[in-house]
């Protein structure tokens, strides 16, 4: 069959059930992310290009939202560079990787990590690995915008604060980031009533996107989770409006004292708290806020990606690597701010990335 076909076939296929996405955000020049983003360098062109980029990835045939984000990008790169033409078929991230593999585009954004098994066709398709540069940090808690997982138990829980290799050990079963299950509150040092109850683990249906980010940032890409997990999917009330997956989680947690749960603090309520998380045992601990996840001090922050095909010891296109520059620049971020819910990359990812493009 036409691999063209099949991509956009797939991209529709996913994009049929996408719920109404948020308009434009405007923050207010108060924000902590419009301070920062204010105080990036402006672009400054390497040098004068033309070629055409031909841009697939995160997106909606119902509802345009990353064309809009797109279409202001194209305007305020073309006040620099004129002469670069723009093709752009923001389908879905089901789409992007696949057409860099088969030549339809030389440049994807995804609306989040990549997944193994697109990382797998397009090495089988090149013989490499696609590159990937970071252009922007998942949200806070806006929905559709990756927001950032976060773990919550419930309010009467004297525990304040976890390592990845604690939520490993009670999230999954093989070990990769320690020698033991976490099973109840005893294991982790609690006293009392909750040294001997069993920990209840909520989550995500565990073969969900969201689920696969947290198998790979914590249970270190291991497929066998606890299976004490509740695990929940979206799903439709009486009138007809969609229950939230992470919406249902924190609802159960508020009804267990002795749970602990994976969702976001949009989804929050009164009988929840959230936890500070490490990446190691020794700290430092950091709550999910604007900062902690622009500076990716935060372990569960989402970081968006682009990909290109750039074979080894080859040189990326010029038109490309410009329009790269210029996402990371104060403009395109600002752009970024404008029209989406994402967060800048922050200043030491912008400077390893733009290191990456040269």
């Known amino acids: 069959m036409n691999p063209i076909r099949n991509l956009v076939a797939a991209a529709m296929s996913l994009a049929i059930a996408v719920p109404a996405f948020p308009q434009s955000v405007n923050p207010a020049a108060s924000d902590p992310a419009v301070r920062f983003v204010d105080s990036l360098p402006l672009y400054a062109p390497l040098k004068r290009v033309n070629g055409t980029v031909k841009l697939w990835g995160h997106g909606s045939f119902k509802r345009d939202f990353m064309g809009r984000l797109v279409s202001l990008w194209i305007d305020r790169f073309h006040q620099h560079q004129p002469e670069v033409r723009f093709v752009y078929q923001m389908y879905g991230t089901a789409s992007a990787i696949g057409a860099l593999y088969t030549g339809v585009g030389n440049l994807a954004i995804l609306g989040e990590e990549i997944s193994p098994d697109a990382a797998l066709a397009f090495r089988r398709a090149k013989g490499y690995a696609p590159t990937g540069i970071p252009i922007a940090t998942g949200s806070l808690d806006v929905n559709f915008f990756d927001y950032a997982h976060m773990i919550f138990v419930h309010r009467d829980n004297p525990i304040e604060k976890l390592t990845l290799a604690d939520l490993e050990a009670i999230f999954g079963t093989e070990h990769k980031r320690g020698a033991r299950n976490v099973r109840t509150w005893g294991d982790l040092g609690l006293t009392g009533e909750w040294a001997t109850h069993r920990i209840e683990p909520y989550g995500w249906k565990v073969d969900d996107d969201f689920a696969l980010f947290f198998r790979e940032a914590v249970l270190e890409d291991s497929h066998r989770w606890n299976p004490d997990i509740h695990e929940y999917v979206h799903a439709t009330r009486a009138d007809g409006t969609q229950y939230d997956h992470g919406q249902r989680i924190l609802d159960a947690l508020a009804l267990d004292r002795f749970g602990i749960a994976i969702s976001n603090v949009r989804y929050a309520n ?89």
């Not at 020794?282 to 989402?302: E, F």
């Open 270 to 358: 009164a009988q929840v708290k959230p936890v500070a998380l490490a990446r190691e045992p020794g700290g430092p601990y950091h709550l999910a806020t604007i900062a902690s996840l622009i500076a990716q001090d935060y372990p569960l922050v989402r970081i968006i990606p682009a990909f290109v095909d750039r074979a080894p010891g080859r040189p990326l296109q010029p038109a490309v690597r410009e329009f790269l520059r210029f996402i990371l620049s104060r403009e395109g971020q600002q752009a970024l701010l404008q029209e989406s819910g994402y967060l800048p990359l922050g200043s030491e990812a912008i400077r390893q990335a733009l290191v990456k493009l040269q």
